[in-house]
């Protein structure tokens, strides 16, 4: 038997992070960590005011993913982060080595309408844009797969678990 994955789930605001984490790890019979929820309020503040963060916003809060991650190495878990740079994927890497990436992608339009219709979250269209120039994809060297969000939820969870058995049998 194989030792579960700890997986964050990674893209720009909007493409599903919060909705495909959970059903992910439900899928995965693993715990979820919404990465939001590791925020401090003064980062929520300052998106909310639609101001994007700076990266001395973002050490602190990887920190914390990365330590939740690190202790779930060897039980499997999944989290959401955004995750944008490559810099913020190796300091998760740093707290917790082992973990593995889904990178939800889709078109800036597909996001943005997404975006348009949720409700009650604290990050605004108008950061997309700020999103889309910050996003360095997975590079060959990280431990990961990327996943398009055209469909459903169920299909891309769908999509997403299977590309991660792919990738630990590779």
Known sequence: MRTPQVVVVMGVAGTGKTTIGPLLAARLGVPYA????????????KMSAGTPLEDA???PWLDAIGRWAHG???LGGVVSSS??????????????????????TG????????????????????LL???FATLQPLQ????GVAVDVSGSPEEITERAA?????????
């Open 129 to 131: 844009d700020s999103q």
């Open 162 to 170: 299977e590309a991660l058995a792919a990738f630990a049998a590779a």
């Open 140 to 143: 060959a060297d990280e431990a």
């Open 83 to 104: 995750a944008l740079k490559r810099s913020y994927r190796d300091r998760l890497r740093a707290e917790a080595p082992g973990v593995v990436f889904v990178h939800l």
């Open 57 to 59: 916003d973002r050490w």
């Open 107 to 126: 078109s800036r339009e597909l996001i943005e309408s997404r975006m348009s219709q949720r409700q009650g979250h604290f990050m605004p269209t108008a």
């Open 34 to 45: 919404e990465g939001d929820d590791f925020h401090p309020q003064a980062n929520i503040d």
């Open 72 to 74: 779930r190495a060897g």
